[in-house]
């Protein structure tokens, strides 16, 4: 990229000040294919995907800096494009694996020559003190672990320095894949224990600005707030070494000027592009946009049940039928993506995302609120991750004229998309708010795993039902041939929809345009930027 040329072009637009500390880390020599440039509209809070509060944004630097014992293959989808491939288990740290008759002990061979960052060998010693970690620390990291039943450190052990065991309490459907996601990343346990202390054994502090990994990426720079620069690892045999010297992640929040760059040609990609720039830019010279549908995603209004209203499943139902859930699609979605409304009163078949049995119906919507007790309705704060305001804030301004019909008097919050994490997610404390969760093992039972049960992250909003806890316990790891699998599956989504704490507005697509300079992009279940298979065109 011709820096000089970058620095006229934002000029032109007026940027010039807000991204000169974006110009510094562009080296004058760089061309197109030793540096890409990528833009995104949040912001990364952390370099360890572990540390409590940890973002979305910064899932990407456990991707990109760190080996897994596997990852997933690759699959070509209808429109051409690339997309991991679920069914498609494939090594990575690890050159192979052995799994019992029984299926409850996985063993895994180490890559001869793997090393990490500073030249030393990357053990099962290392696998073993990274898996213990995931597990205990806590939080998000500990309750994914959980879903492939990897749950204590003794289950782990490093039978020699190239050979890792993982012993199960019984066979898990999702075990294996769950090697797979962000979380099991190995760490460098030498240097994180040099920098570990009594307050912090699992050195959190230091691992959250200095990640020590083996992968293909190593962090160059962190500038907190503005922008992230990775440098290749040339020494990389998790996989083919990257195609681009040097990747720098800038945070742009706004969304026009993302567009800007991109249209002009300034950077390289701009990541997860609001669905109107997406139909926009497709027709533009220059660029090109993919747009993927996420699996196992749905955007959701939530009802949070420590708000009394909300306790009574009368009004969580009344809300769900007072959407205008049509105009919500089409100025908050444009159109793209699948409504998730006006479906079958029964539940006849486990596909999900599925419609839900609601759709617009306000007569409905204030008998229910009658039957409740709350003629007169209440006041209620809605609440919106700023970071998701392309899409949060039109749907929020048409979810709050819907309630206002039935007596709601909702005032829309916005919040920071630094802070959401903590306050939607960890605290769980927002009464009513728009979220958009998206399992990472595409299955249902996965799905409701994480946002139906009590205590667990992306139930935001202190759902506790004990059928379908139980359900989903008995279901979670039970294969999906079993005689027994899809008629729980389908009780689960009429629970769901009777009990409706979290409410279906559209299954989503990830966007994101590039530089016709550039090729590679292969979607990921979890939305981040997998700079690794990106390569000059």
């Known amino acids: 990229m011709d820096r000089r040329h970058f620095l006229k072009g934002a000029a032109s637009l007026g940027l010039g000040a807000s991204l000169l500390p974006y110009l510094k880390v562009l080296p004058a020599s760089a061309a197109s294919n030793e540096t890409a440039v990528v833009v995104i ?41 690339l997309s991991y491939d679920f069914d498609n288990v494939q090594p990575e740290l690890a050159e192979s694996w052995e799994i019992s008759d029984d299926g409850t002990v996985m063993t895994f061979t180490i890559r001869e020559g793997a090393t990490f960052w500073d030249g030393k060998p990357v053990t099962a010693y290392d696998v073993k003190w990274s898996l213990d970690r995931a597990v205990s620390l ?22 020699d320095d190239r050979t890792f065991r993982i012993t199960l309490p019984f066979p898990s459907k999702l075990a294996l894949p769950d090697l797979a996601t962000p979380i099991p990343i190995v760490i460098n346990s030498e240097v994180a224990k040099a920098n570990a202390t009594d307050d912090d054994p699992w050195a959190t502090e230091y691992l959250h600005r200095n990640p020590a990994g083996s992968g293909a990426y190593k962090v160059a720079r962190w500038d907190s707030g503005q922008q992230l620069v990775y440098e290749r690892n040339d020494d990389w045999i998790g996989g083919e070494v990257p195609g681009y010297q040097r990747v720098i992640v800038r945070e742009v929040p706004s969304q026009s000027t993302r567009r800007a760059l991109i249209e002009r040609g300034n950077v390289s990609a701009s990541h997860n592009i609001p669905n109107k720039d997406a139909r926009e830019l497709a027709d533009k010279p220059g660029v090109k946009v993919v747009s993927t549908p996420i699996e196992n995603c749905i955007y959701s209004l939530c009802t949070n049940l420590d708000f009394e209203p909300f306790k009574d499943k009368r ?26 409304w006006g479906g079958s009163d029964t539940v006849d078949e486990i596909s999900w995302p599925q419609k839900s049995p609601y759709e617009e119906n306000i007569e409905k919507a204030r008998a229910l609120m009658a039957e409740a007790g709350y003629e007169d309705g209440f006041e209620v704060p809605l609440s919106f991750n700023l970071s998701h305001a392309d899409w949060a804030e039109p749907a929020a301004l048409q979810i709050q004229r819907g309630l206002e019909k039935i007596g709601i008097r909702a005032s829309i919050e916005k919040i920071p998309g630094a802070n959401w994490r903590t306050i939607a997610l960890v605290d ?7 979220e958009n969760f998206g ?11 994480w946002a139906y049960i009590k205590g667990n992250l992306f139930n935001s909003y202190n759902y506790d039902n004990p059928e379908m806890a139980k359900l989903v316990d008995d279901t979670l790891d039970m294969a999906m041939d079993h005689p027994d699998y899809e008629p729980n599956v389908r009780r689960m989504i009429e629970l769901a929809f009777d009990d409706i704490p979290r409410i279906p507005l559209w299954q989503p697509t990830l ?5 016709d300079k550039v090729e590679g992009y292969e979607y990921w279940f979890h939305r981040q930027m997998d700079i690794r298979a990106l390569e000059p065109a």
């Not at 769980?428 to 728009?434: Q, S, Y």
Request: charged residues 20%; aromatic residues 14%.
């Open 428 to 434: 769980k404390k927002l009464p009513l708010h728009l």
């Open 41 to 81: 509209g949040g912001t990364i809070n952390s370099l360890d995907i572990h540390r409590s509060g940890t973002n979305r944004d910064s899932y990407q630097v456990a991707i990109n800096c760190y080996d897994r014992l596997v990852s997933f293959g690759t699959k070509e989808m209808p429109d051409g494009s």
């Open 511 to 515: 966007n994101v345009a590039f530089n």
């Open 439 to 449: 399992g990472w093992l595409n299955t249902p039972d996965y799905y409701f795993f």
């Open 315 to 340: 009004v969580r139902q009344a809300v769900a039928w007072s959407i205008p859930y049509q105009k919500i699609f089409e100025q908050a979605a444009y159109e793209q993506g699948v409504p998730m």
């Open 138 to 159: 806590g939080g998000f990291p500990t309750v994914q672990m959980k879903a492939g039943r990897l749950e204590s450190p003794d289950q782990f052990e490093a039978v």
